[in-house]
């Protein structure tokens, strides 16, 4: 079993739509977390930090649930632009960082 | 905005041949780090870096793979002898972070991809 497990997708939306993702992780000792955006062929960059109360930044919401060890994000009111790759980051006490593999969505006009 | 250089941007080469690339990163960015990504696959750590000191090289193929950051600064990553499985993308990230448990956001280059013939 991986330690960031997401689901592949690939997720197909309408503009509009409201769609979110999941992201499991199995280290106890997991710190930090975070959700990055990548574009085919690009390198990957922080979407959003993920905080224990939870965080919103427009349309992006991003849920983390450590009882159940997991962690979402929320895309409201979903753009073309939004379509992308969205991996998961789950960072350890120790410095060390996981990625998921991704969930890529496609918004369709 | 400052960001994480990193060269070649592709690179193609035969099985059995070595490469080397290049990586510098956000200036006063103590950590560095090396992944690889494969198609369909997020980025899988392969060395991190404090300053010159090696922190986490556990996922790196030693036999074939090495990594420097001699002065604390730029590094490089280099694969002797290339093989077929070693075709993916290289990617470079740095972040302000000095100790444990930091959540400094790492700062991705636009990667090194590598196809191996």
């Known amino acids: 079993r991986k330690e960031v497990e997401q689901d592949p997708g690939p997720f197909n939306v309408p503009e509009g739509a409201t769609v979110a993702f999941n992201c499991t992780y199995s280290n106890s000792a997991s710190q930090s977390f975070f959700w990055y955006r990548q574009d085919c062929r690009k390198e990957p960059k922080l979407l959003m930090s993920?905080?224990?109360s939870g965080n919103e930044d427009g349309r992006f919401t991003a849920q983390l649930n450590r009882a159940s060890q997991y962690i979402s994000l929320l895309i409201r009111d979903s753009k073309l632009s939004d379509s992308a790759t969205y991996l998961c980051?789950?960072?350890?006490?120790?410095?060390?960082?996981?990625f998921g593999d991704g969930t890529t969505l496609t918004v369709k006009p | 905005e400052a960001e994480v250089a990193q060269s070649p941007r592709y690179k193609i080469t035969e099985k059995s041949q070595a490469v080397a690339f290049w990586c510098d990163p956000i200036?006063?960015?103590?950590?560095l780090y090396w992944y690889r990504q494969i198609l369909g696959q997020g980025p899988e750590l392969l060395v991190q870096?404090?300053?010159?000191?090696?922190?986490?090289d556990s996922q790196l193929p030693k036999d074939r793979f090495s990594a420097e950051r001699l002065k604390g600064v730029d590094s490089t990553l280099k694969i002797q002898p290339a093989e077929l499985g070693d075709s993916a993308m290289y990617l470079c990230a740095s972040s302000i972070q000095r100790g444990k448990g930091s959540t400094d956001t790492q700062y991705f280059g636009p990667g090194t991809r590598l196809t191996v013939l």
């Open positions: 870096f404090q300053d010159e000191s090696v922190v986490d």
């Open positions: 980051v789950v960072n350890t006490n120790a410095g060390k960082s996981t």
């Open positions: 200036s006063g960015h103590a950590t």
């Open positions: 993920v905080y224990s």
